[in-house]
Antibody, heavy 118, light 108 residues
Framework: EVQLVESGGGLVQPGGSLRLSCAAS????????MNWVRQAPGKGLEWVSY????????YYADSVKGRFTISRDNAKNSLYLQMNSLRAEDTAVYYC???????????WGQGTLVTVSS | EIVLTQSPGTLSLSPGERATLSCRAS???????LAWYQQKPGQAPRLLIY???SRATGIPDRFSGSGSGTDFTLTISRLEPEDFAVYYC?????????FGPGTKVDIK
């Protein structure tokens, strides 16, 4: 069974940093592209970042470029999101999601809540 | 950047009725890159349709997707109680993924 489990969320002050993790199991992690998607409270879905299966190709949404860094450790079946210079508008549930086929997210984690507030 | 617009914002229907949800793109989208998701409160999104018209594994055949270019449609032929949720379309292009704002299907 495919499982994605996020962790690392919490309360952080504006300007602070946080590192999210996503532990993958039930599939060959190193063969799949992965993404982070977020959802602010009561709002819609916003794509954050993409990483290829090898980690050689990375994309970011304009809203996080230069502040967030996506990475992966295929030996540990883990995906990461390093978030720096956090702002109030980064407050959201952050989901990791597996890419299926060309550009579709077929499995999602349960999400981890990041709250940026003083 | 391609912007997706979904309409209506809210659709109020009764169980057994047909639901037709629209997703319009600001420029042409490859059908291969258009997907639909369902999200219920407190849950992660669930993939329904990929490639504009292919149902994901385990999705009932009352869900169908169609369209091409800039206009795409998700149809639920007969609403079941568990179908009342928010539905998002999503596309990929130019190294970017974007989601529509969502359509909420609620009980009339």
């Amino acid at each position: 069974e495919v499982q994605l489990v996020e962790s690392g969320g919490g309360l952080v002050q504006p300007g602070g940093s946080l590192r999210l993790s996503c532990a993958a199991s039930g599939f060959t992690f190193s063969s799949y592209e992965m993404n982070w998607v977020r959802q602010a409270p009561g709002k819609g879905l916003e794509w954050v970042s993409y990483i290829s299966s090898s980690g050689s190709t990375i994309y970011y949404a304009d809203s996080v470029k230069g502040r967030f860094t996506i990475s992966r450790d295929n030996a540990k079946n883990s995906l990461y999101l390093q978030m720096n210079s956090l702002r109030a508008e980064d407050t959201a549930v952050y989901y990791c999601a597996r890419v299926f086929g060309v550009a579709t997210f077929d499995y999602w984690g349960q999400g981890t809540l990041v709250t940026v507030s003083s | 950047e391609i912007v997706l617009t979904q309409s209506p914002g809210t659709l109020s229907l009764s169980p057994g009725e047909r639901a037709t949800l629209s997703c319009r793109a600001s420029q042409s989208v490859s059908s291969s890159y258009l997907a639909w998701y369902q999200q219920k409160p407190g849950q992660a999104p669930r993939l329904l349709i990929y490639g504009a018209s292919s149902r994901a594994t385990g999705i009932p055949d009352r869900f169908s997707g169609s369209g091409s270019g800039t206009d795409f449609t998700l149809t639920i032929s007969r609403l079941e109680p568990e179908d009342f949720a928010v539905y998002y379309c999503q596309q990929y292009g130019s190294s970017r993924f974007t989601f529509g704002p969502g359509t909420k299907v609620d009980i009339k």
